[in-house]
């Protein structure tokens, strides 16, 4: 079954950044859009950037757009997450997944572990 470990989050202070990865295995991960996903405590789990199969387009929310670039690596199986200029409210755990089509966010793998990404002074 696809799994998903998903890393690189951490403290940071406001107006920082972060790469976080997410390794995937268990299925061909070339053939599949991937995105990010987040969820703060309290708070459902929202959607933040998706990307095709190959890497030609990008999508993302509005509230990260302009400062988060997702990209892939197909020969790695990974996904990466690029946050800069972080706020205080994306303090969330982030997590990947591969999706059924992009820009469509009914993903396919059951949840990792995520990661942490805490943005504070």
């Known amino acids: 079954q696809m799994q998903f470990v998903e890393s690189g989050g951490g403290l940071v202070q406001p107006g920082g950044s972060l790469r976080l990865s997410c390794v995937a295995s268990g299925l061909i991960f070339s053939r599949y859009a991937m995105s990010w996903s987040r969820q703060a405590p309290g708070k459902e789990r929202e959607l933040v950037a998706g990307i095709t199969s190959d890497g030609s387009s990008t999508n993302y929310e509005d509230f990260v757009k302009g400062r988060f670039t997702i990209s892939r690596d197909n020969a790695k199986n990974t996904v990466y997450l690029q946050m800069n200029n972080l706020k205080p409210e994306d303090t969330a755990v982030y997590y990947c997944?591969?999706?059924?089509?992009?820009?469509?966010?009914?993903?396919?793998?059951?949840w990792g572990q995520g990661t942490q990404v805490t943005v504070s002074s």
């Open positions: 997944n591969a999706d059924l089509q992009f820009r469509v966010p009914i993903h396919l793998g059951s």
